[in-house]
Protein backbone atom coordinates (compact mmCIF):
# COMPACT_ATOMS: atom_id res chain seq x y z
CA UNK A 1 0.00 0.00 0.00
CA UNK A 2 2.88 2.60 1.00
CA UNK A 3 4.42 1.97 -2.78
CA UNK A 4 0.89 2.56 -4.03
CA UNK A 5 0.87 6.00 -2.54
CA UNK A 6 4.25 6.50 -3.33
CA UNK A 7 3.74 5.66 -7.45
CA UNK A 8 0.81 7.97 -7.26
CA UNK A 9 1.89 11.02 -5.65
CA UNK A 10 5.02 10.50 -8.14
CA UNK A 11 2.33 10.32 -10.79
CA UNK A 12 0.41 13.28 -9.95
CA UNK A 13 3.49 14.96 -9.74
CA UNK A 14 5.15 14.13 -13.62
CA UNK A 15 1.96 15.13 -14.84
CA UNK A 16 1.39 18.72 -13.26
CA UNK A 17 5.36 19.33 -14.22
CA UNK A 18 4.36 18.11 -17.83
CA UNK A 19 2.06 21.83 -17.48
CA UNK A 20 4.15 24.11 -14.94
CA UNK A 21 7.60 24.37 -13.05
CA UNK A 22 8.01 22.56 -10.42
CA UNK A 23 9.01 25.36 -8.06
CA UNK A 24 5.38 25.90 -8.63
CA UNK A 25 3.67 22.67 -7.81
CA UNK A 26 2.38 22.80 -3.93
CA UNK A 27 1.92 19.73 -1.91
CA UNK A 28 -1.72 20.68 -2.04
CA UNK A 29 -1.77 20.63 -5.81
CA UNK A 30 -0.17 17.03 -5.77
CA UNK A 31 -2.30 15.56 -3.33
CA UNK A 32 -5.75 16.90 -4.73
CA UNK A 33 -4.93 15.70 -7.45
CA UNK A 34 -3.83 11.97 -6.45
CA UNK A 35 -7.25 12.59 -3.48
CA UNK A 36 -4.70 11.53 -0.73
CA UNK A 37 -4.62 13.68 2.00
CA UNK A 38 -1.81 16.05 3.02
CA UNK A 39 -1.21 13.54 6.46
CA UNK A 40 -0.46 10.79 3.86
CA UNK A 41 2.28 12.73 1.70
CA UNK A 42 3.93 14.03 4.75
CA UNK A 43 4.12 9.80 5.80
CA UNK A 44 6.37 9.12 2.73
CA UNK A 45 7.93 12.47 1.96
CA UNK A 46 9.41 15.60 3.71
CA UNK A 47 8.87 17.80 1.23
CA UNK A 48 8.19 17.91 -2.99
CA UNK A 49 11.94 17.97 -3.33
CA UNK A 50 12.04 14.51 -1.22
CA UNK A 51 9.47 12.88 -3.58
CA UNK A 52 11.82 14.29 -6.61
CA UNK A 53 14.43 12.56 -5.18
CA UNK A 54 12.77 9.51 -4.58
CA UNK A 55 11.22 9.39 -8.45
CA UNK A 56 14.08 9.66 -9.73
CA UNK A 57 16.05 6.89 -7.86
CA UNK A 58 13.06 4.57 -8.51
CA UNK A 59 13.03 5.18 -11.95
CA UNK A 60 16.76 4.75 -12.07
CA UNK A 61 16.56 1.61 -9.84
CA UNK A 62 14.10 0.09 -12.76
CA UNK A 63 16.16 0.88 -15.31
CA UNK A 64 19.17 -0.95 -13.63
CA UNK A 65 17.59 -4.37 -12.71
CA UNK A 66 21.03 -6.27 -12.28
CA UNK A 67 23.17 -4.21 -14.59
CA UNK A 68 26.07 -3.77 -12.28
CA UNK A 69 28.19 -6.04 -13.08
CA UNK A 70 31.36 -6.03 -15.82
CA UNK A 71 29.78 -7.50 -18.35
CA UNK A 72 26.35 -5.08 -17.75
CA UNK A 73 27.35 -1.83 -16.59
CA UNK A 74 28.10 -0.42 -20.07
CA UNK A 75 23.85 -1.52 -20.96
CA UNK A 76 23.11 -0.55 -17.26
CA UNK A 77 24.72 2.94 -18.10
CA UNK A 78 22.47 3.36 -21.08
CA UNK A 79 19.15 2.54 -19.55
CA UNK A 80 20.10 5.38 -17.01
CA UNK A 81 20.13 7.44 -19.55
CA UNK A 82 17.42 6.16 -21.61
CA UNK A 83 15.29 6.60 -17.94
CA UNK A 84 16.42 10.03 -17.90
CA UNK A 85 15.35 10.51 -21.67
CA UNK A 86 11.85 8.63 -21.01
CA UNK A 87 11.38 11.41 -18.03
CA UNK A 88 12.57 14.57 -20.41
CA UNK A 89 10.20 16.99 -19.13
CA UNK A 90 10.27 15.75 -15.41
CA UNK A 91 14.19 16.04 -15.53
CA UNK A 92 14.41 19.23 -17.25
CA UNK A 93 11.80 20.98 -14.98
CA UNK A 94 13.93 19.56 -12.28
CA UNK A 95 17.32 20.19 -13.36
CA UNK A 96 16.01 24.34 -13.69
CA UNK A 97 14.49 24.61 -10.23
CA UNK A 98 16.64 22.41 -7.77
CA UNK A 99 19.91 23.25 -6.92
CA UNK A 100 22.85 21.91 -9.30
CA UNK A 101 23.82 20.12 -5.30
CA UNK A 102 20.68 18.03 -4.86
CA UNK A 103 20.81 17.26 -8.75
CA UNK A 104 24.29 15.40 -8.19
CA UNK A 105 22.97 13.64 -5.34
CA UNK A 106 19.97 12.21 -7.23
CA UNK A 107 22.62 11.23 -10.34
CA UNK A 108 25.14 9.91 -7.34
CA UNK A 109 22.74 7.53 -6.18
CA UNK A 110 22.54 6.40 -9.61
CA UNK A 111 25.36 5.99 -10.98
CA UNK A 112 27.21 4.63 -7.35
CA UNK A 113 25.57 1.12 -7.19
CA UNK A 114 26.70 0.76 -10.49
CA UNK A 115 30.20 1.25 -10.85
CA UNK A 116 30.62 0.17 -6.93
CA UNK A 117 29.19 -3.48 -8.64
CA UNK A 118 32.24 -3.54 -11.29
CA UNK A 119 34.65 -2.63 -8.52
CA UNK A 120 33.71 -5.13 -6.22
CA UNK A 121 33.32 -7.52 -9.31
CA UNK A 122 37.11 -6.84 -10.45
CA UNK A 123 38.47 -6.78 -6.71
CA UNK A 124 37.27 -10.19 -5.78
CA UNK A 125 40.27 -12.22 -4.58
CA UNK A 126 42.43 -9.13 -4.64
CA UNK A 127 44.03 -7.63 -1.48
CA UNK A 128 42.33 -3.88 -1.29
CA UNK A 129 41.30 -2.23 1.17
CA UNK A 130 37.61 -0.91 1.06
CA UNK A 131 38.56 2.56 1.87
CA UNK A 132 40.35 2.19 -1.63
CA UNK A 133 37.36 0.67 -3.52
CA UNK A 134 34.85 3.31 -2.22
CA UNK A 135 37.76 5.90 -3.86
CA UNK A 136 37.82 4.02 -7.17
CA UNK A 137 33.81 3.90 -7.20
CA UNK A 138 33.82 7.46 -6.68
CA UNK A 139 36.37 8.69 -9.10
CA UNK A 140 34.50 7.19 -11.48
CA UNK A 141 30.88 7.89 -10.44
CA UNK A 142 32.19 11.92 -10.49
CA UNK A 143 33.04 11.45 -14.07
CA UNK A 144 29.68 9.89 -14.81
CA UNK A 145 27.67 12.84 -13.02
CA UNK A 146 29.50 15.51 -14.77
CA UNK A 147 29.24 13.84 -18.57
CA UNK A 148 25.35 13.16 -17.64
CA UNK A 149 24.76 16.76 -15.68
CA UNK A 150 26.41 18.52 -19.14
CA UNK A 151 24.40 16.16 -21.32
CA UNK A 152 20.64 17.39 -19.48
CA UNK A 153 22.08 20.94 -19.66
CA UNK A 154 22.84 20.80 -23.34
CA UNK A 155 19.12 19.44 -23.96
CA UNK A 156 19.44 15.87 -24.04
CA UNK A 157 19.91 16.03 -27.76
CA UNK A 158 23.43 14.40 -28.12
CA UNK A 159 22.89 10.59 -29.15
CA UNK A 160 23.35 8.71 -25.41
CA UNK A 161 24.33 5.73 -27.20
CA UNK A 162 27.49 7.63 -28.34
CA UNK A 163 28.34 8.83 -25.27
CA UNK A 164 27.91 5.57 -23.49
CA UNK A 165 30.56 3.92 -26.08
CA UNK A 166 32.66 6.58 -25.37
CA UNK A 167 33.02 6.24 -21.61
CA UNK A 168 33.23 2.71 -22.15
CA UNK A 169 36.08 3.42 -24.60
CA UNK A 170 37.59 5.66 -22.22
CA UNK A 171 37.47 3.07 -19.31
CA UNK A 172 38.20 0.20 -20.68
CA UNK A 173 41.08 -1.60 -18.55
CA UNK A 174 41.16 1.71 -16.36
CA UNK A 175 38.91 -0.01 -12.85
CA UNK A 176 41.61 -3.13 -13.40
CA UNK A 177 44.23 -0.39 -13.75
CA UNK A 178 43.05 1.15 -10.21
CA UNK A 179 42.67 -1.83 -8.22
CA UNK A 180 46.32 -3.26 -9.37
CA UNK A 181 47.48 0.18 -8.45
CA UNK A 182 46.01 0.50 -4.98
CA UNK A 183 46.44 -3.30 -4.57
CA UNK A 184 50.45 -2.99 -5.36
CA UNK A 185 50.81 0.05 -2.86
Not at 46 to 52: A, S
Not at 54 to 74: I, N, S
Not at 119 to 142: L, N, P, R, T
Amino acid sequence: MANTTKQALEASLKKMMLKKPLDKITIHDITDDCGISRMAFYYHFKDIYDLVEWACVEDAARALQGKKTCDTWQEGLAQIFEAVLENKPFVLNAYRCISRDQMERFLYKLTYGLIRGVVDEKSEGVAISEQDKIFIAEFYKYSFVGIMLDWIRQGMSADYHEIVTRMALTMQGNIDNSIRNFAAR
